[in-house]
């Protein structure tokens, strides 16, 4: 290995356009040995597109790319792999049907063509022990937890060989306690002369594990700091552009109880039990936090609550009706919205367009319809266009379909669609998930707003940022039971709801 | 016993033309493209080996003519999958409706003709067995081919390093892409293999089973090739099992039919195709249960890298 001066990546001038517009545009970045540099940014401001530029996944339309000084051309990961670049993404590229030993050596040439299975697992024993990432070579990653996939796809990278080491939000997936653990194992890794890319929208957290940050903002550089020389104000403005408004929050001024749930248990598609006898009830007016690491069941408490998913046992109460095993089309009737995670697939019909998918919700009642089969276009036209410009939706012409817009114009037209009934019970989940600034801050003030009329909000978050923020109480929910409710903002830790969120009661 | 032994060698001469178009597809499949034109390709690769057998007077040429014609009409298939991602179903429906009607045209001129193609032989030593002998080894040497072909198709997938690479760029092929593994070169391959291994499943419809050409001779295996697949849940021993199902079938209603009943004829030739449907239906609903695996992940599901999600 030669130990020149150089840094180990330097990316100068970097530009990535998708569809006529700058992912990137002229940005410069650099990773020394041993060192941990994170990307900052708001959601959409860049980081991942630059990242999957130097992982080889994405071909920039400019700039250029040194490795140990030396000019690289990636044309595909494979290049990018074998100049010591690996990249642990958001989405974890694991394949779940195969075990771990299978997944480590994936696309290797090295590994001869009838596999040793031996000889793999001992490398992967060897590497586990040195960096004291804990895994069973022969589980199937299907069974695996969240915390243990990512220590498989850290292992991957070492398994490689990997000089760089690319991490895309890692910590989103651990709890606050399994974050301090990951954070260890990084600065082992570091101290091994591996450098470090860590992807991140979490301030506090970059700055206990970074040397070095890098600030994006809108597919621009705003600035590289380094890690001991700037406060967390300065970062903010530097991600956001300006300072931050803080969202106006009025006084609560809770209503009767709009919905109750009385030990609700619902099975998941794998048709286990994973809804686990949850009690909890909702008022008018206030906005319920839900707290908890993706995948305990959050999404089979919103199915359930929507009608989409039939509980098993239990009762759920709206306005003193219990509707448990109704359809969809009763909670939609009984004031019941629902904004699911993905908006693409449960929340619009990609390929209609915008008036048909406000109609969804409308077809088989008045005014929307006109007798048995009719719809009333005019009536649609005109209440598309109203929202549109309520919502301030981007106009695309009346006949495309809506699949033509970005994340923050679909997210708007589902949310236009769903408040527009006055609903009196929405159930959010990851509302601002993947949005921009600000969208993400149009969607908020609209949420208060709703509280604000007396509707009941079940906000999902895996964020704690955003629940302490927005909820006025918020329940943990682990392994699709309930962990603890915290009913006063006053009450809200950090500690405490990391603990909830691990399953160790408090 | 002798009229049992006979029917089970007339399974496994009549299975193995599906079977190597079973064989093609499942490695198709497991790449993550649906090839749905088989039948047509098997047409097109019976009429080439017909026609080729007939002018050089040798079959194997003949039959490495049915590959190559499967493998090169299936450029169009991959093309279409692949590189442009079209709907595969469409692409794979046209493929089947331009092979038939391709191979009919090119064959007017020539239906009923006959041609000396291969013949059976005894396997040494393991054709002399009892029972085993003379259902397994009294065949064909592409009869035999098959044996290897499968044997090998367990291997590579589930033991050799590209096929590990085959699995996972049908399971997760986002991830394999990033792994570094070209998910359009394995599709391009994987495709091309297939389409001429059901090129060559032609071929031995015409240059060894029927030793003639007549229009239409696939007589649906194509279709039947597509649900064995599933019916062998992309396993090659189990799509094995399943063509000699499918084909002893057949060979008992011939039997049925050549002995004589007051049973219709159309009515008896309807057993197969009956059969493996009710088969299908039968997996499905199993599969449904979760006592068996799905399909693979991806399958049908064009990739494209730079697509965001």
């Given at each position: 290995?030669?130990?020149?001066?150089?840094?180990?990546?330097?990316?100068?001038?970097?530009?990535?356009?998708?569809?006529?517009?700058?992912?990137?545009?002229?940005?410069?970045?650099?990773?020394?040995?041993?060192?941990?540099?994170?990307?900052?940014?708001?959601?959409?401001?860049?980081?991942?597109?630059?990242?999957?530029?130097?992982?080889?996944?994405?071909?920039?339309?400019?700039?250029?790319?040194?490795?140990?000084?030396?000019?690289?051309?990636?044309?595909?990961?494979?290049?990018?792999?074998?100049?010591?670049?690996?990249?642990?993404?958001?989405?974890?590229?694991?394949?779940?049907?195969?075990?771990?030993?299978?997944?480590?050596?994936?696309?290797?040439?090295?590994?001869?063509?009838?596999?040793?299975?031996?000889?793999?697992?001992?490398?992967?024993?060897?590497?586990?022990?040195?960096?004291?990432?804990?895994?069973?070579?022969?589980?199937?990653?299907?069974?695996?937890?969240?915390?243990?996939?990512?220590?498989?796809?850290?292992?991957?990278?070492?398994?490689?060989?990997?000089?760089?080491?690319?991490?895309?939000?890692?910590?989103?997936?651990?709890?606050?306690?399994?974050?301090?653990?990951?954070?260890?194992?990084?600065?082992?890794?570091?101290?091994?002369?591996?450098?470090?890319?860590?992807?991140?929208?979490?301030?506090?957290?970059?700055?206990?594990?970074?040397?070095?940050?890098?600030?994006?903002?809108?597919?621009?550089?705003?600035?590289?700091?380094?890690?001991?020389?700037?406060?967390?104000?300065?970062?903010?403005?530097?991600?956001?552009?300006?300072?931050?408004?803080?969202?106006?929050?009025?006084?609560?001024?809770?209503?009767?109880?709009?919905?109750?749930?009385?030990?609700?248990?619902?099975?998941?598609?794998?048709?286990?039990?994973?809804?686990?006898?949850?009690?909890?009830?909702?008022?008018?007016?206030?906005?319920?936090?839900?707290?908890?690491?993706?995948?305990?069941?959050?999404?089979?408490?919103?199915?359930?609550?929507?009608?989409?998913?039939?509980?098993?046992?239990?009762?759920?109460?709206?306005?003193?009706?219990?509707?448990?095993?109704?359809?969809?089309?009763?909670?939609?009737?009984?004031?019941?919205?629902?904004?699911?995670?993905?908006?693409?697939?449960?929340?619009?019909?990609?390929?209609?367009?915008?008036?048909?998918?406000?109609?969804?919700?409308?077809?088989?009642?008045?005014?929307?319809?006109?007798?048995?089969?009719?719809?009333?276009?005019?009536?649609?036209?005109?209440?598309?266009?109203?929202?549109?410009?309520?919502?301030?939706?981007?106009?695309?012409?009346?006949?495309?379909?809506?699949?033509?817009?970005?994340?923050?114009?679909?997210?708007?037209?589902?949310?236009?669609?769903?408040?527009?009934?006055?609903?009196?019970?929405?159930?959010?989940?990851?509302?601002?998930?993947?949005?921009?600034?600000?969208?993400?801050?149009?969607?908020?003030?609209?949420?208060?707003?709703?509280?604000?009329?007396?509707?009941?909000?079940?906000?999902?978050?895996?964020?704690?940022?955003?629940?302490?923020?927005?909820?006025?109480?918020?329940?943990?929910?682990?392994?699709?039971?309930?962990?603890?409710?915290?009913?006063?903002?006053?009450?809200?830790?950090?500690?405490?709801?990391?603990?909830?969120?691990?399953?160790?009661?408090? | 016993m002798d009229m049992l032994i006979s029917i089970l060698a007339a399974a496994v001469r009549s299975g193995t033309p599906v079977l190597y178009s079973v064989?093609?597809?499942?490695?198709?499949?497991?790449?993550?493209?649906?090839?749905?034109?088989l039948e047509?390709?098997m047409l097109?690769?019976a009429?080439?080996?017909f026609?080729?057998?007939?002018?050089?007077?040798?079959?194997?040429?003949?039959?490495?003519?049915?590959?190559?014609?499967?493998?090169?009409?299936?450029?169009?298939?991959?093309?279409?999958?692949?590189?442009?991602?079209?709907?595969?179903?469409?692409?794979?429906?046209?493929?089947?409706?331009?092979?038939g009607?391709?191979?009919?045209?090119?064959?007017?001129?020539?239906i009923g003709?006959t041609?000396?193609g291969l013949m059976p032989?005894k396997?040494?030593?393991?054709g002399?067995i009892p029972l085993i002998g003379p259902v397994f080894f009294r065949h064909d040497?592409l009869v035999y081919?098959s044996y290897?072909?499968?044997?090998?198709?367990?291997?590579?997938?589930?033991?050799?390093?590209?096929?590990?690479?085959?699995?996972?760029?049908?399971?997760?092929?986002?991830?394999?892409?990033?792994?570094?593994?070209?998910?359009?070169?394995?599709?391009?391959?994987?495709?091309?293999?297939?389409?001429?291994?059901?090129?060559?499943a032609g071929g031995y419809l015409s240059v060894v089973y029927a030793q003639m050409w007549v229009e239409g001779m696939t007589a649906g295996r194509g279709w039947i090739a597509v649900a064995l697949v599933i019916f062998g849940?992309?396993?090659?021993?189990r799509g094995m099992l399943g063509c000699y199902l499918f084909g002893g079938i057949d060979a008992l209603q011939m039997r049925i039919q050549a002995a004589g009943t007051s049973v219709p004829a159309p009515l008896l030739m309807m057993l197969p195709y009956l059969t493996t449907l009710c088969v299908l239906t039968f997996i499905s609903i199993?599969?449904?249960?979760?006592?068996?695996?799905?399909?693979?992940?991806?399958?049908?599901?064009?990739?494209?890298?730079?697509?965001?999600?």
């Amino acid at each position: 290995m030669s130990e020149s001066s150089a840094p180990l990546v330097t990316m100068s001038g970097i530009d990535k356009i998708f569809f006529d517009k700058y992912a990137n545009r002229g940005v410069d970045f650099e990773l020394e040995r041993g060192e941990t540099h994170a990307l900052l940014g708001e959601n959409g401001a860049g980081k991942t597109t630059l990242m999957n530029v130097l992982a080889g996944i994405y071909n920039p339309d400019a700039g250029r790319i040194y490795i140990e000084g030396q000019e690289a051309r990636f044309a595909s990961p494979k290049d990018a792999i074998a100049s010591g670049i690996g990249m642990v993404h958001q989405h974890f590229m694991l394949i779940p049907a195969f075990t771990v030993w299978e997944n480590m050596i994936l696309g290797m040439d090295s590994v001869p063509f009838v596999i040793d299975k031996r000889n793999v697992t001992a490398k992967i024993t060897e590497l586990s022990e040195r960096y004291s990432l804990p895994v069973d070579p022969g589980a199937k990653v299907s069974t695996l937890s969240i915390g243990e996939r990512q220590r498989v796809e850290l292992l991957k990278m070492l398994y490689r060989e990997a000089k760089v080491l690319i991490l895309d939000e890692p910590t989103s997936v651990l709890t606050p306690r399994e974050t301090l653990d990951f954070f260890s194992t990084l600065r082992r890794m570091t101290a091994a002369g591996h450098g470090i890319v860590l992807i991140s929208h979490k301030i506090e957290e970059v700055l206990s594990i970074a040397d070095r940050m890098t600030v994006l903002r809108r597919g621009e550089r705003a600035a590289t700091v380094k890690s001991g020389e700037t406060r967390k104000e300065t970062l903010v403005r530097m991600m956001m552009g300006h300072n931050p408004e803080n969202l106006r929050r009025k006084r609560a001024r809770f209503g009767q109880t709009v919905l109750s749930c009385e030990n609700l248990s619902a099975r998941g598609d794998r048709g286990a039990i994973s809804l686990r006898g949850v009690s909890f009830d909702l008022k008018e007016g206030e906005i319920l936090g839900v707290a908890g690491v993706a995948g305990n069941a959050q999404d089979e408490l919103c199915e359930t609550l929507a009608g989409l998913r039939s509980p098993d046992s239990g009762k759920i109460i709206l306005r003193g009706e219990n509707v448990a095993g109704m359809g969809p089309r009763e909670f939609i009737e009984r004031g019941v919205s629902y904004i699911p995670v993905d908006r693409t697939r449960t929340g619009l019909v990609p390929n209609m367009n915008m008036r048909e998918n406000i109609a969804l919700k409308k077809y088989w009642r008045k005014p929307a319809a006109r007798g048995k089969f009719m719809l009333d276009w005019n009536f649609l036209d005109d209440l598309t266009r109203s929202l549109a410009e309520a919502y301030s939706i981007q106009t695309i012409p009346a006949e495309s379909p809506v699949r033509a817009l970005s994340g923050g114009n679909l997210q708007k037209l589902m949310l236009a669609r769903e408040l527009s009934d006055k609903p009196s019970v929405i159930l959010a989940m990851h509302p601002v998930w993947g949005l921009d600034v600000g969208a993400a801050g149009f969607v908020r003030e609209r949420m208060m707003e709703e509280r604000g009329r007396g509707a009941g909000i079940l906000f999902v978050s895996d964020d704690l940022d955003d629940l302490f923020e927005m909820s006025d109480r918020i329940m943990t929910i682990f392994e699709g039971r309930i962990m603890g409710i915290a009913d006063n903002p006053s009450d809200f830790s950090r500690e405490r709801i990391g603990l909830l969120m691990a399953g160790m009661a408090v | 016993m002798d009229m049992l032994i006979s029917i089970l060698a007339a399974a496994v001469r009549s299975g193995t033309p599906v079977l190597y178009s079973v064989a093609g597809e499942m490695l198709t499949e497991r790449s993550g493209v649906m090839n749905l034109g088989l039948e047509g390709i098997m047409l097109l690769g019976a009429f080439a080996g017909f026609s080729v057998t007939q002018s050089t007077g040798d079959p194997a040429i003949g039959l490495a003519a049915s590959f190559l014609s499967g493998a090169l009409v299936t450029v169009i298939h991959a093309f279409l999958c692949v590189t442009i991602g079209a709907n595969q179903v469409v692409s794979g429906l046209a493929m089947s409706l331009f092979g038939g009607g391709m191979s009919a045209m090119l064959g007017r001129n020539h239906i009923g003709e006959t041609i000396k193609g291969l013949m059976p032989f005894k396997f040494p030593v393991l054709g002399s067995i009892p029972l085993i002998g003379p259902v397994f080894f009294r065949h064909d040497v592409l009869v035999y081919a098959s044996y290897v072909l499968v044997a090998a198709m367990c291997f590579f997938i589930f033991r050799t390093r590209p096929g590990m690479n085959l699995r996972a760029i049908v399971e997760n092929p986002r991830a394999a892409d990033a792994m570094g593994l070209s998910v359009r070169r394995a599709r391009y391959f994987y495709t091309l293999l297939g389409g001429g291994l059901s090129g060559l499943a032609g071929g031995y419809l015409s240059v060894v089973y029927a030793q003639m050409w007549v229009e239409g001779m696939t007589a649906g295996r194509g279709w039947i090739a597509v649900a064995l697949v599933i019916f062998g849940i992309w396993h090659p021993l189990r799509g094995m099992l399943g063509c000699y199902l499918f084909g002893g079938i057949d060979a008992l209603q011939m039997r049925i039919q050549a002995a004589g009943t007051s049973v219709p004829a159309p009515l008896l030739m309807m057993l197969p195709y009956l059969t493996t449907l009710c088969v299908l239906t039968f997996i499905s609903i199993r599969k449904r249960s979760g006592a068996l695996p799905g399909a693979p992940a991806s399958l049908g599901v064009p990739f494209r890298r730079e697509e965001r999600d």
